[in-house]
Nanobody, 117 residues
Framework: QVQLVEFGGGLVQPGGSLRLSCVASGFIFSSAAMSWYRQAAGKERDLVARITSTHSTNYLDSVKGRFTISRDNAKNTVYLQMNSLTPEDTAVYYC???????????WGQGTQVTVSS
């Protein structure tokens, strides 16, 4: 079955960096669009970054220039490099796969990112 497992969350000081990883299995990774979402306490889940099978990317405006999404199809892994973190980036970060050709969505369990001094 489809599995998405996120790694790399934690506590970081403002201005710091983290790299999240999401390891996928159970589907053809190279054909899927992969996304990172985040959900802060009491708020809706928002799309942070997305990368297609052709490596086209898009980002939430507030993270442009600070976050970078990338993928390694040989490792079935999608990454989110997060730089210049602020307390407003504190949230649970989720990985999502949108598989091809039917567009089914699958979610990881989430990883907590806390930005605090």
């Amino acid at each position: 079955q489809v599995q998405l497992v996120e790694f790399g969350g934690g506590l970081v000081q403002p201005g710091g960096s983290l790299r999240l990883s999401c390891v996928a299995s159970g589907f053809i990774f190279s054909s899927a669009a992969m996304s990172w979402y985040r959900q802060a306490a009491g708020k809706e889940r928002d799309l942070v970054a997305r990368i297609t099978s052709t490596h086209s990317t898009n980002y939430l405006d507030s993270v442009k220039g600070r976050f970078t999404i990338s993928r390694d199809n040989a490792k079935n892994t999608v990454y989110l490099q997060m730089n210049s973190l602020t307390p407003e980036d504190t949230a649970v970060y989720y990985c999502k796969a949108t598989t091809w050709p039917f567009g089914n969505d699958y979610w990881g369990q989430g990883t907590q990112v806390t930005v605090s001094s």
